[in-house]
């Protein structure tokens, strides 16, 4: 009775699968995983694709990319049972009742977010350590610390809903680059008065991006949040859930977008410099992005 989803783009999935395969023969209830695939390249696709040889596996590919929110749509349609475990492709199960936590929930919320967690270990390449920094220190958090703002803190990495419900919300298609349709899916459900459980069901997210390529995605993400912003007609309940938008709302209020700016501006070079090196700063990075922002939203 639940459909586990992953969209993929790129990533060996084969360790995920089989984990989630010898979990679903030790449970009491029917699963089926459907792998939705983004125009990988071909060796990764056909390397994947042998994976349906599993009878309760289904796949899935768009030949050219549609983002994640178009792939994630399609998984739920294409999905028969009436809960859905959305999974991303770059997870690793950490808890050998990771299935069975789930569905020891259904039917006290129709959302449930089992959370993120890192690895423990510093990585091996330092190349990789902002996007561990700021993975430990703002998206690893235990269920109660996320229940306090739920809405807030849901996370598309790993969460359960009901397929009506779902289909009726819904990813937003138009958000194809990286970012945000987890915060507009949180808001969406918030404005629906939609309850969300949060649960210790950590999956590892091992998909560490290099510094440099996780700059260039957070700026991105910037630019979606604000796109995303003003499709609500800046509305202060999409503002209120997000600590980014909340902190740009306080510098625009004392009329200092324009000092953060040029502040920005002038400062960039030696952000980047920080963040790309082995001592990366979180605090720094929080401020690139709102000087980010402010630079965007003038524009």
Not at 87 to 102: E, V
Not at 207 to 221: M, P, R, V, Y
């Amino acid at each position: 009775m639940i459909s586990i989803l992953i969209p993929n783009y790129g990533q060996d999935i084969k360790k995920l699968i089989e984990d989630l395969l010898f979990q679903a023969k030790r449970v009491s209830f029917p699963v089926e995983i459907w792998i939705g695939d983004d125009a990988s390249k071909e060796n990764v696709y056909l390397e994947n694709k042998k994976l349906e040889d599993h009878p309760i596996v289904r796949f899935i590919r768009k030949e050219s990319r549609v983002g994640r929110s178009a792939i994630r749509n399609l998984l739920a349609e294409k999905s028969r049972y009436p809960n859905l475990l959305f999974i991303d492709s770059d997870a690793k199960i950490k808890d050998s009742g990771f299935l069975q936590n789930y569905f020891d929930q259904l039917g006290k919320y129709k959302v449930i977010v089992g959370g993120t967690a890192y690895q423990k270990d510093t990585p091996e390449n330092s190349s990789e350590l902002l996007r561990w920094k700021y993975g430990k220190e703002k998206e690893e958090k235990p269920a109660f610390v996320r229940a306090s703002r739920p809405w807030a803190s849901f996370s598309s990495f790993s969460f359960l809903i009901e397929k009506k419900l779902f289909l009726k919300i819904r990813f937003d298609e138009g958000i194809i680059d990286y970012g945000h349709e987890d915060t507009f899916f949180g808001y969406q459900l918030k404005k629906n008065s939609i309850p969300v459980l949060h649960i210790d069901n950590q999956l590892i997210h091992l998909g560490l991006d290099n510094a440099a390529h996780f700059i260039e995605k957070t700026c991105k993400g910037v630019e979606g949040l604000w796109n995303l912003f003003e499709k609500t007609g800046f509305d202060p309940e999409f503002s209120s859930d997000n600590t980014l938008l909340k902190r740009f709302e306080g510098v625009r209020k004392l009329k200092m977008q324009g000092i953060l700016k040029w502040k920005f501006d002038m400062f960039k070079k030696q952000l980047e410099k920080n963040l790309l090196g082995e001592q990366p700063s979180i605090l720094l990075y929080q401020l690139y992005k709102l000087g980010y922002l402010c630079s965007f939203a003038e524009k």
